[in-house]
């Protein structure tokens, strides 16, 4: 590749305890956290409304469970979503609409400074330690000084700009497939089959509903990568919340990947609609009435940590000693990177199960910590902990982290865990039983 000299003064525009990149699950819940402890924090979120997956990326249900007491619970009230074990797992997805507003005053707070249509573009980085970050704004770019960043921004962008170790994907490199999730209007909820994924054995015309599009796909009836139609139930009657179209091979940390996937996804919407309304009874006169802003990602970079948590131990319902998010629960959800429906034969199934401090702590530079499916994991255990309940737990732990540090004046692998252990219990997060 060929480079051009650009060199420029890039002005140092605030100082802040507390940055905070990306305000999806994890990113919002990680800057209230903070700031609710007294620090003063930025929040950069690259597109115009917070949420991330659970706004723009049009991304439902709220997946996944923890132990009690976290910020998750809160969330899942303000959003007015059911939750209880059945429904919980059952899966019904939030109204995306009213979630702008919900998260947008859930961040308005004195202590938080949010950045909105602002990305971050480098880190800022001496001797091994990430001292702020380098912000891509309307008035150019701009410098934000922090004592601690979190990189919340899904893709693990700056720690890949900090130089940081970075795995992606499984051995071969390949990553999950992305996906373009959709709403539908007007099903007929007497009759519209509900199918929550690859686990459910709903019935449909005396047989497995996902075995029947299975067979329409071996038939050209849907395209042979959408053979796994999901169709989940939302807090509205008669909608439909779809989590089919598929792109595989996409690298969502490579800007000539992303138009494509998108192109493709699209015209993915029509095909399923044109499937449903001719061949599902209910969907009739199914209506398309909304789509995610941007592709949902699956994978991309994972940060390489103080730990590096497995999916052998998830399975395993691993407890650990620097336990920050207790009981996190979901299958280990691989989506065939080179095909539809699931990459393993066989389903596998984890115990509730601990997530440590050291998957939040990167491996050789300080001042930064990670939160959201970016964290120190290997691929198969990324595919369990990735999912946005489990995200905003993770958030709110690295959010109260991060705010010590600043406060204490230490690095994130120097603070003392059973502090920080004590002050989410005081949150009444549930740590250990």
Do not use: W
Request: aromatic share 6%.
């Amino acid at each position: 590749m060929e480079t051009v000299s650009y060199t420029r003064e890039i002005p140092v525009y605030k100082r802040f305890d507390v940055i905070v990149c990306g305000a999806g699950p994890a990113g919002i819940c990680a800057a209230v956290a903070a700031a609710r402890q007294g620090a003063k924090v930025a929040l950069l979120e690259r597109y115009g409304v917070p949420g991330g997956n659970l706004t723009c990326g049009h991304v439902g249900p709220i997946l996944g469970m923890v132990g009690k007491g976290t910020m998750r619970d809160e969330l899942m009230a303000l959003l007015e979503v059911p939750d209880n074990d059945m429904i919980g797992r059952v899966g019904v997805a939030h109204d995306m609409q009213r979630a702008k507003t919900v998260l947008t005053e859930f961040i308005h707070h004195e202590n938080i400074e949010v950045y909105l249509q602002t990305m971050a573009a480098d880190a800022l980085v001496e001797d091994h330690r990430v001292t702020g970050v380098v912000i891509s704004t309307k008035e150019g770019l701009l410098a934000l000084e922090g004592k601690v960043v979190v990189d919340a921004t899904g893709d693990g962008d700056v720690a890949a700009f900090a130089g940081c170790q970075i795995e992606k994907g499984r051995e071969d490199g390949l990553m999950q497939p992305v996906t373009l999730e959709f709403t539908l209007d007007n099903v007929d909820e007497d009759r519209g089959v509900i199918c929550i994924g690859d686990v459910d054995d709903v019935a449909f015309n005396g047989q497995r509903f996902l075995d029947y599009c299975k067979q329409c796909a071996q038939k050209g009836m849907l395209p042979e990568h959408l053979a796994a139609v999901r169709l989940h139930p939302t807090v509205h009657k008669g909608e439909r919340q779809v989590n089919t179209t598929q792109a595989n091979g996409v690298d969502s940390t490579k800007i000539e990947d992303l138009y494509p996937a998108e192109l493709a996804l699209r015209g993915q919407i029509d095909t399923l609609i044109r499937f449903f309304r001719e061949n599902l009874p209910g969907y009739e006169n199914c209506k398309y009435i909304a789509s995610g802003t941007t592709t949902g990602i699956r994978e991309s970079r994972r940060v390489v940590g103080e730990y590096l948590i497995t999916a052998e131990e998830l399975a395993a319902g691993k407890r650990f000693d620097d336990v920050v998010v207790h009981k996190a629960e979901f299958i280990v959800d691989i989506h065939n990177p080179a095909g539809a429906g699931q990459a393993e034969e066989k389903i596998q199934y984890v115990v509730p199960y601990d997530l440590p401090y050291g998957c939040f702590v990167p491996k050789g530079v300080d001042g930064l910590m990670t939160a959201g499916r970016c964290i120190s994991g290997t691929h198969r255990a990324h595919a369990s902990y990735r999912v946005m309940s489990i995200c905003m737990a993770m958030g709110q732990a690295v959010g109260v982290a991060a705010a010590l540090c600043a406060r204490q004046g230490c690095q994130p692998r120097e603070l003392d865990v059973k502090a920080l252990q004590k002050e989410l219990a005081a949150l009444g997060v549930e740590l250990f039983d």
